[in-house]
């Protein structure tokens, strides 16, 4: 893998080091967990004006927190998800998260890095319902499943289809995502 060009936002040094021991030279800014302060707000902006920045925080809710506060402030960042079944923990009083990561899990997600593009609210929360991304009993492991299939990521219904408008997700995909769960899926949804 060439070396990347973007500076990587992370959680912490756990993730710093995780990444250097894969990748090699990488530049990093980390967000020192989930205290978000001004200084590194800044530090993200004008990271992304000199160089690009890419988003790659944990799999769990305070990784997708920090996720959506840094969309709000740099619309443009690039993104990058790492499935939360390549972030768990050896340990099992551990969280998840990119330290637990392979290699090629953390490879795979930063050479699927997403481009956030101008919304054009295609997708709607009555699409959600339709597909079964909200709204009954499987929706929760239908948008894990479609997530990793689309490499967007795993997160709420009302962040989910952010995400899909975001990415813009072009209608096959999105349907075959959810055509291939719905005939693999042993799930009852009554």
Known sequence: MKKIKEIIVVEGKSDTNRLKDCLGEVDTIETR????????????????????????????????????????????????FLPRSKAVP???????????ARDEDIKKALANVYSTKELKDEYTNDDMIDLGLSGDAASSKRRE???LELKIGYTN????????????????????AVKKFDKGSSHDSK
Request: charged share 25%.
């Open 90 to 100: 050896k340990k099992s009083d551990g969280s998840l998260g990119i330290e637990h």
């Open 145 to 147: 499943f479609v997530g």
């Open 33 to 80: 967990g989930s205290a978000l302060n001004e200084e590194i707000i800044q530090r993200i902006k004008k990271a992304q004006m000199d160089r690009g920045v890419i988003i790659f925080t944990d799999p769990d809710f305070n990784g997708n927190r920090l996720r959506t506060i840094i969309q709000k402030v740099v619309p443009n960042a690039k993104q990058a």
């Open 157 to 176: 219904a009302k962040q989910f289809l952010n995400r899909l408008n975001m990415f813009n997700v072009a209608p096959d995909d999105l349907m075959a």
